[in-house]
């Protein structure tokens, strides 16, 4: 079991261009999470799938950020005219089955716009 | 918004004393309450978990102890040692029915064991 598998591991982006943040969940996961963690807002919530379906979109900043998962080995996360204050880790995490709070993260992508 | 507060914001002690670590909580909708820690350069990872059925978990050296009545929870480490040093975030969610398996994280508290 190699976990959950974020890819990459960091990236740079000049402000205004695209980033897109890809996401593993183990296998037979029926959960996916993606979180933001920076020093001053801590672990935020952008949204979760639940296979594969679209749940909560709640925390995600609605004009730039998207979130796809086209089939049940991966999501995406995409940033549009990426700013500097997206500058963070991005954590995607999954859980075995719906009603399990119990999550497994990834590495994170760590973001960064110049 | 619903809320998770998490005291206090660094604490450290000494190897062999017992390290509380609180937080509390709005919404009487959570129902589950789980406590991360991390480690420098990685990720969170699940350290252990409650559900209000019950007021204290323990697992080792590590316990939580939970007060429905006045929506506080705590993780208390026994027994300290310096490699526990890391932050440590406390979360909840709405656990029952599987309607929603987000969780709600503290800002965490940075935890520093002397030898």
């Known amino acids: 079991n190699a976990g959950v598998i974020q890819t990459p591991r960091h990236k740079v982006t000049g402000k205004g261009q695209e980033a897109t943040l890809w996401c593993e969940p183990i296998s037979g996961h029926s959960a996916v999470f993606w979180y933001r963690q920076t020093i001053v807002q801590g672990l935020e919530f952008l949204t979760y799938f639940r296979n594969q379906a679209p749940i909560d979109d709640s925390g995600m900043p609605k004009e730039r950020f998207s979130a796809q998962m086209p089939n049940q080995s991966h999501s995406t996360l995409k940033i549009q005219s990426t700013q500097p204050q997206d500058s963070a880790v991005y954590l995607c995490?999954?859980?075995?089955?719906?009603?399990?709070?119990?999550?497994?993260f990834g590495s994170g992508t760590r973001l960064l716009v110049i | 918004q619903q809320q998770v507060r998490q005291s206090p914001q660094s604490l450290t002690v000494w190897e062999g004393e017992t390290a509380i670590l609180n937080c509390s909580y709005e919404d009487s909708t959570f129902d589950y309450f789980p406590w991360y820690h991390q480690f420098p350069g990685e990720s969170p990872a699940l350290l252990i978990a409650i559900r209000p059925v019950s007021n204290k978990k323990e697992d080792g050296r590590f316990t939580i102890f939970f007060n429905k009545r006045e929506k506080k929870f705590s993780l208390h480490i026994a027994d300290s040692q310096p490699g526990d040093s890391a932050t440590y975030f406390c979360?909840?969610?709405?656990?029952?029915?599987?309607?929603?398996?987000?969780?709600?994280f503290g800002k965490g508290t940075k935890l520093s064991v002397k030898s």
């Open positions: 995490a999954s859980s075995p089955d719906p009603e399990n709070s119990d999550y497994t």
């Open positions: 979360a909840a969610s709405e656990d029952s029915g599987g309607s929603n398996a987000k969780l709600t």
